[in-house]
């Protein structure tokens, strides 16, 4: 499955005039969030959440609620990123008590907890995918719709999840959300090959591919020649599963990803087995090896299988 890219934090809003006058506070909170929205993006997690943490203290000194449920959707995100679920439900359950479902940061903040509870308990964050359709006003119906069938194909319901991925990938194309269609596109490719409809999963994979080397998104263009590389092997095809590892651990493996890259040649090592070549699955092994030792504590896990929130709510 593979279905988290550019921006990984929600900016805040921007109303009114261009010359309205608004308190300082607001202000320094709003720039805060967009510094630690680019700190994020450049891999320094610890940082971003320092300055999310002072653009929350901002926005609570002036009782500005909808800024501070935008820091908390931001915190449980950045939380979530490296995999510490306390925190990260902590933070989102804050957001969600100062927002009504009529608020604009509400539909965020329900597919933020969905992912969220996704970790522990598929059954709730099936609950909140739901929620966080309901209350679309469409422009971001795809990406909903993509986290739900995401959730579905989660629980085994294949059939439910392909009707829902068809209808987020109609939506997602007639808003011309590219990187979302991407995403719609390497699910239905992953449920067309668990019904061992490998042409249409190969088709519907390499259609992902090219929308994401369109857009430039690393990460997911490794996630869809994994996902290419799976397909092969269950048609048989070693050789071409091969050649699509090595693509994809090059690509996670310039992108700064060794945990990926390694994983990449820890399957490729298990490929050449198959194909009798045993010192070269050894020497695969070994570079592996060396490649998941490189990998620093503090670096996160990107799982290509989040769907990734916008820059706005």
Request: proline fraction near 3%; hydrophobic fraction near 40%.
């Amino acid at each position: 499955m593979a279905c988290i890219a550019a921006c990984s934090l929600i900016a805040g809003c921007f109303g009114g005039t261009a010359h309205k006058e608004r308190p300082e506070a607001q202000t320094r909170a709003e720039a805060l969030s967009l510094r630690a929205i680019r700190t994020e993006q450049k891999g320094d997690i610890q940082e971003a959440e320092k300055l999310l943490a002072e653009s929350l203290r901002l926005s609570q000194s002036i009782e500005d609620n909808p800024a501070t449920a935008r820091a908390r959707i931001n915190q449980s995100r950045l939380f979530r990123l490296r995999q510490d679920t306390a925190q990260a439900r902590t933070a989102i359950d804050g957001a969600l008590a100062l927002l009504t479902p009529e608020a604009d940061s509400y539909g965020e903040a329900a597919q933020e907890k969905a992912l969220v509870e996704l970790a522990t308990d598929s059954s709730l964050a099936f609950t909140w995918a739901q929620k966080s359709v309901i209350v679309e006003n469409r422009s971001l119906l795809g990406r909903r719709l993509n986290l739900l069938g995401r959730i579905q194909m989660v629980r085994g319901d294949m059939p439910a999840a392909g009707v829902t991925l068809e209808k987020a990938l109609d939506e997602n194309r007639r808003s011309e959300h590219s990187e979302e269609e991407a995403n719609s596109l390497r699910m239905l490719g992953v449920i067309a090959r668990s019904r061992q409809r490998l042409t249409d999963a190969e088709r519907l994979l390499t259609e992902a591919l090219m929308i994401d080397k369109r857009i430039g998104a690393s990460l997911k263009i490794g996630a869809d020649l994994e996902e290419l590389a799976l397909t092969a092997r269950s048609a048989g095809n070693l050789e071409k599963a091969a050649a699509y590892l090595e693509r994809a651990c090059e690509v996670h493996l310039n992108g700064g990803r060794m945990a990926q890259a390694g994983a990449n040649l820890t399957t490729l090592a298990e490929v050449f087995n198959q194909l009798g070549n045993p010192r070269k699955a050894e020497t695969t092994r070994k570079r592996a090896q060396q490649m998941l030792e490189q990998q620093t504590p503090q670096q996160p896990v990107r799982s290509p299988q989040t769907t990734n929130p916008s820059s706005n709510p």
